[in-house]
């Protein structure tokens, strides 16, 4: 059988980025150019900005991208861009260069949703992750519990109903004043408490796999508000251990029921948040007597990339899953 080569492009944030992959999973380049010094003293990505600093880069990190490849042009089979979600402004720059390249050359145009890209990071560094498996991607603006029979496609099990697990520790965060971002505050801070110290509520949602953080959310400030009232000294150390407890436990336990129905061999973690210490020992204690595996990518995999971008595309061009030259970007794209 004959190699696929893919061009895939990303720029929904801060980062301008492109890399070739042969055979999805074989990053033959993975250029990053990333504006965060840029945006830093906005104290957050200005979107104007970030379009403008993409419409520079884009070129010259294609350049670089298939020169580290060895690969021209007319060698490539398809050429893919994430069309969402992400700050619509920045989607377009790729979107619109992806466009152009298949159109003069000939080949498939792939649209890549970045919540899959961020999935299919974590096979990049273990394509042999033994399959069927559960993944639980969890990041600032999504939860999503899902299963894969094998590397072709998922079956969502379960979504957030409300916050996202990330928007949750950074709302608890902003809230106790411990700074930003706010998932690796308060793990800090709950390094030094107790997490038995206040019996925060777990969200019953029946048999569903969905998770909901806003009444956790809501139950921290009750808290927080009585104590005030009554005069009493709040321990943030005690209180971010209680509320971590509370989100991991509600995580750890989806994915139990999960590979209680589900016959799996492995359990995957991948967004920002799966760098959460005690989340990974939960699980990891939790799976042990079912005998399973449990991975998560590494750092520079779990931020933006465009090489997750050209795994996701590879298995939507086996599909012959192809977006025509009208596609437009969508900032609020779902799984
Ligand atoms: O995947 P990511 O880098 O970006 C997107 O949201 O797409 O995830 C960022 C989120 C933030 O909400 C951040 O507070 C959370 O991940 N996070 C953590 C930790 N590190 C980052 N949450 C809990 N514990 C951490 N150690
Ligand atoms: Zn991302």
Do not use: W
Request: aromatic share 8%; hydrophobic share 40%; with cysteine.
């Amino acid at each position: 059988t004959e190699d696929i080569y893919i061009l895939a492009l990303e720029s929904s944030c801060d980062e301008t980025a492109a890399s070739v992959n042969k055979n999805g999973l074989e990053v033959l380049s993975n250029v990053v150019s990333s504006q965060v010094d840029l945006h830093k003293k906005f104290g957050g990505v200005v979107p104007e900005i970030a379009s403008r600093k993409h419409l520079e880069l884009l070129l010259p990190v294609i350049d670089q991208a298939l020169e580290e490849a060895g690969i021209r042009f007319e060698d490539l089979d398809a050429v893919a861009s994430t069309y969402g979600p992400g700050l619509v402004g920045g989607l377009l720059v790729t979107l619109t260069a992806a466009k152009t390249i298949s159109f003069s050359l000939n080949i498939p145009l792939i649209g890549v949703n970045h919540i899959a890209g961020h999935i299919y990071a974590n096979f990049i560094e273990n394509p042999d992750i033994e399959k069927p498996l559960i993944c639980l991607t969890i990041s600032g603006g999504h939860t999503d519990l899902l299963y894969f029979e094998n590397l072709r496609g998922y079956k969502i099990l379960g979504r957030t109903l409300d916050d996202a697990a990330g928007e949750a520790f950074d709302k608890i965060s902003r809230f106790l004043e411990l700074g930003y971002p706010g998932g690796p505050a308060v793990e800090k801070a709950a390094r030094s408490g107790d997490k038995t110290a206040i019996d925060f509520p777990r969200a019953d949602l029946g048999d569903s796999y969905n998770f909901s953080f806003s009444g956790l959310k809501t139950s921290v400030m009750n808290y927080v508000n009585n104590e005030e009232q009554r005069g009493n000294e709040i321990d943030k150390n005690d209180l971010s251990a209680s509320f971590q407890e509370a989100v991991v436990d509600s995580l750890a336990s989806n994915i139990i029921k999960a590979v209680k129905e589900y016959d799996v061999k492995s359990v995957v973690l991948s967004g920002g948040v799966a760098a959460n210490q005690r989340l990974r020992e939960v699980i990891s204690e939790r799976i042990e007597k079912y005998n399973l595996d449990l991975y998560y990518p590494k750092l520079e995999l779990c931020t933006d990339n465009a090489a997750m971008i050209g795994v996701a595309a590879y298995y939507q061009y086996l599909e012959h899953d192809f977006a025509p030259l009208s596609i437009s970007a969508d900032p609020a794209l779902k799984l």
